[in-house]
């Protein structure tokens, strides 16, 4: 949704291959299916939110959006014929 996208954008270009590099992994060793949990940081001095991350999750993640799971399954294919 719009309302998350500078978020999304924060976790894709900073926070995930900042993770990756710490845990001395390759992208394509993160699991298919995982989460983070975010809660809202202080303001910037432009009014913008900022966020802190709580918990990444591996176990217990429902497939969301109604549309995640077929890709997830043709994730998980492309793993498998590897």
């Known amino acids: 949704t719009p309302r998350w996208q500078d978020l999304k954008n ?3 270009r900073d926070w995930v291959p ?3 590099k710490t845990l ?3 992208p394509e060793q993160l699991p298919v299916l995982w989460d983070c949990d975010f809660l809202l940081g202080p ?3 432009t009014g913008d939110d900022t966020y ?3 918990e990444i999750n591996v176990s217990s993640v429902a497939p969301f959006p ?3 799971p077929a890709f997830i ?3 998980m294919l492309a793993i ?3």
């Open 18 to 20: 900042a993770m990756v």
């Open 24 to 26: 001395a992994m390759r």
């Open 10 to 12: 924060v976790l894709e």
């Open 66 to 68: 109604e549309t995640a």
């Open 73 to 75: 399954g043709d994730a």
């Open 43 to 45: 303001k910037t001095v």
């Open 80 to 82: 498998l014929r590897q």
């Open 52 to 54: 802190v991350l709580c």
